[in-house]
């Protein structure tokens, strides 16, 4: 998955490296780790949910990766440097469960593009923290404010549960459609109209929803394997799956980066969005890459929204594939590795 692009928030970092001059500071939602060496700070430290970013970082400093960070990992840090995000309750989410663990009067940064809702949002904490914008920079503005007052996180109120064909499907913040089941999930999970049998990747798995959903039917044979480079997915999944007493294998891995062995069957809703800008080169590597961890009579099938084009790379990477579905929103791809399509076609499936 490729990076998140933070040139902009940086050099306003940069243009206020003054403030920052000797500091021991704390990162959250660093992606591009070149920022450190140019602020000239005491001491460093981070915590991320991705896991590309942890994976990248940890070896040069000390990184955290968790849902919420406690108390001792934050501990002797003088400033919170914020990386605001576009999902607003992701980033109250995270804001509120790491200013709980810092001390009064704690300095508190947040920079992050004027569009992404930061002026708006910021004020839903004036109860704790007053923030001031005190500069900006092309489209992106930098606030300050301090802890005045000790607030007490509970993440369960921040999660959300919906009843979906006799499934408890969860959602922390940060998690796509958090407000419902996604119309693309639905149309996808539409298209397995028999039963299926052996092992499934479940690429992005949000929620859960995609593989639950299939665990459920009891004709289906199937082991499943779900990974997700969000750590707001994997926990949501590990809930569904606990709460409707279904058993899977869930882990953090950037697209294919922690898998180790072949699948009967990958599928994925496509990821589209990286923050507030289009990204598709997440759902090309899915496509492409999928060859590597497919059987000889495996099968890729995902969803995507329909106005992105990605026929030609399904064209350069599988033999035979077709559209299952399509909407005006979304469209269903099947794929089969080699020359698989033919006999897949024969079975009826």
Known sequence: MNKIKQHNSNDLLIKNKDIFLNKKVFFSGLSDSRIIKKLNLKSVKIHTYRYDVWKKLKKKFHVSYSLITNKNFVKNSEILIFYWKKNVLENIFQLISLVSVF????????????KSGIKSSISKLKKWIIFKKIDFLRKCSLVHGKI??????????FIKVFFWKNLYIYFFPGIFSYNKVDEGSKLLLSTFTKKI???????????GILSAFLLQNKENKIKVTLTDIHLSAIESSKLTFKKNGLQGKILSSDIYSNIKKKF?????NIP????LNIELKTGISIIKESINYLKSTGELRIVINSFINISETFKKNFKNYKILKKTKRFIVFQGFRKDMYEIHTRSGI
């Open 264 to 268: 009967d069957l990958i599928i994925s």
């Open 103 to 114: 001390t009064i009067k704690s300095d508190v940064y947040i920079i992050g593009k004027n």
């Open 272 to 275: 589209i969005h990286e923050d």
């Open 197 to 207: 049998k052996g092992d499934i990747l479940d690429v992005g798995c949000g929620n």
């Open 148 to 157: 005045l007052k000790k607030i007490i996180f509970l993440k369960e109120q």
